[in-house]
């Protein structure tokens, strides 16, 4: 079993930054992909960025050049780091990491973190 802690969300007017972050603990052999989604109310959770364990990482259209994600391999950390927010921002962000969690194969599982609200006032 893998367990999932998010931190870093909160409440800031446009124009401010946040960082959230997100650890891994559990039966972990290898993290294949950590990613961040969002969703906001009355809307589908949809991915706003990941990265691989190789460092590759992919944004949406809508956060590109203002979000970046970062991860310490040695801690099962990944961060999101959220700059010049804008109040459509606003949502619950959710940690996501294909784990595998066995040396007798190679599937890996899925796992969701609870979720932080991110609230950004106009």
């Known amino acids: 079993q893998v367990q999932l802690v998010e931190s870093g969300g909160g409440l800031v007017q446009a124009g401010e930054s946040l960082r959230l972050s997100c650890t891994a603990s559990?039966?972990?052999?290898?993290?294949?992909?950590m990613s961040w989604f969002r969703q906001a109310p009355g809307k589908q959770r949809e991915l706003v960025a990941d990265?691989?364990?190789?460092?590759?990482?992919k944004y949406s259209d809508s956060v590109k050049g203002r979000f970046t994600i970062s991860s310490d391999n040695s801690k099962n950390t990944v961060y999101l780091q959220m700059n010049s927010l804008k109040p459509e921002d606003t949502a619950v962000y959710y940690c996501?990491?294909?784990?595998?969690?066995?040396?007798?194969?190679?599937?890996?599982?899925?796992?969701w973190g609870q979720g932080t609200q991110v609230t950004v006032s106009s």
């Open positions: 559990g039966s972990i052999v290898s993290i294949n992909t």
């Open positions: 996501q990491v294909l784990v595998r969690t066995s040396t007798r194969t190679t599937t890996v599982y899925q796992y």
């Open positions: 990265i691989t364990s190789a460092g590759s990482t």
